[in-house]
């Protein structure tokens, strides 16, 4: 072990995250909650002083500022600097950088995509060897996360090339938990149960569901979220994977079903504030706030990791308000598929510091320090969830340590004039009162047409 290595590991202060605003998280070696067996032992095997590694990413102000403290035991520990430039352009640099060879030594991927399409040119080197294997068993749905990392190199052979590190979770229910004490509503625990709740919400005189689809420009594609994640508790893995690339034909009836079951919650007066009508013309934004009524207008709403940033403001998560998993299916036999979305990492400039650099992320503590600061959700089974900055974070974070798979979301996969066109289109027809049937067949269409 290098001399220097307790001075420098003591002296990293960790900003905090929202949860602990004006105070720091300290790292000493030994102290705390933080796993460092494995740390120490990783600084004994390497030392890469004088090295640098230069990290390219779409992180900015507090995101690259937790992804540099951390960043910071990695030099402790090695003797190597990281260098990490955040950019909101970072898809179309990357591009530019590993085309003229300039290119950083990591990308960090806001999804598979772009990634998959410079493996498939020869642009990104393979993990190191062993990792797909490492991910499989160290991560929560670990085959999952090795799919999504997986692309066709030059040649048509799949390699191992994404690293995921930072992700979200789109599959979560929320709402009041006075307003469930208050009625005598249990959380539900799988989807029949979520259904009936729905129905004897109605018959006590309520409304269960708030739903927007509101977003400017962008209205309809909050539907696409419920669409994807209800396919993933009606359809298996390989359907749901074919339907991102139209391997399975949109109009096939696994999906049809999908957006038929989300029309039992959009399209049902009964079920959602203000009406069917209401859903399309609704913000996204303003949707749950009905839940914070007196009475409620609603009682749930689904929508990923982010809305609280929409609640009214003062609100305390796991006291004003919480979340559920949005639950599968118990009659379909599914298992816990969890929707969502992350960064992965990617080797773009390979070296010895950068193997070991990604060596390091497979550290528990590499995981806990971004923890620590807030803003960050790992599906790595080895980590201390006590070090989470605070309990919402826990919560979403034992979501994805109990889910049996992972999906990306899926019109993030599928070609922009889909995912980020007819497919919001439709499904604003669709809540209208057309066909789901129609529906479907329109956007095939549209994707036959860029073929």
Known sequence: MKTNLYVGVAAIALSAGMAHAGGHVELTPGEGDFTW??????????????ETVTIAGPWLAEEADNFTNMAHLFEAATGASVSYVGSDGFEQQILIDVEAGSAPNIGVFPQPGLAASLASRGLLTPLPAGTDAWIADNYAAGSSWVDLGSYANADGATETYGFFFNVNVKSLVWYIPENFEDAGYDVPETMEELLALSDQIVVDG???????LGSGP???WPATDWVEDIMLRTASLETYDGWTTNEVAFDD??????????????RNDAWVAGGAGA???TDFRESPKGMFDSPPQCYMHRQASFIPSFFPEGTELGEDADFFYFPSF????????????GTLMAITSASDATNAFMEFMKLPVAHEAMMAQGGFLTPYSAVNTATYADDTLRGQGDILLNATSFRFDGSDLMPVAVGGGSFWTGMVDFTGGKDAAEVAADIQASWDAIK
């Not at 067996?37 to 004088?50: L, R, V």
């Not at 009836?253 to 959009?266: L, Q, W, Y």
């Open 37 to 50: 067996d494995s740390f120490t032992a990783f600084a004994d095997a390497n030392d890469f002083a004088g």
């Open 253 to 266: 009836p696994a999906v049809i079903n999908a957006i038929e079951t989300f029309g039992k919650f959009a």
């Open 279 to 281: 859903v399309a013309t």
């Open 330 to 341: 118990e009659a379909e036999d599914l298992g816990n598929p969890v929707l969502g979305g």
């Open 206 to 212: 309520g409304t269960p569901w708030c739903i927007g």
């Open 218 to 220: 962008a209205t309809g």
